[in-house]
């Protein structure tokens, strides 16, 4: 499974398609996470503010200022776990 990044109108947000079906809508912050094993893990990765699941994609929030460089590596790397 390959996980396709695309950009948002936010410069803060963007998608995670993973091409199955994720469960949601849903959104998860650090203080409603607990019991959802993804959005932990998700949540952990230094600079993610928020996780949005809906249909086939993860979309993916951050905070200003952090790197998408490093979040994006981490994230999809998840995300081929979790659902590969």
Known sequence: ???TVS???NE???KF???VDVGGPSTFVPANADGNALATA???????KSVFTS?????ISKVPGASWETITGAVTAILEEHFG
Do not use: K, Q, Y
Request: aromatic residues 4%; glycine residues 8%; charged residues 10%.
């Open 7 to 9: 950009t948002t109108p």
């Open 17 to 19: 398609t993973v091409g």
């Open 55 to 59: 249909a086939d994609f993860v979309t």
């Open 1 to 3: 499974m390959s996980v």
């Open 12 to 14: 803060n947000a963007r």
């Open 42 to 48: 998700l949540l952990a990765i230094e600079g993610t």
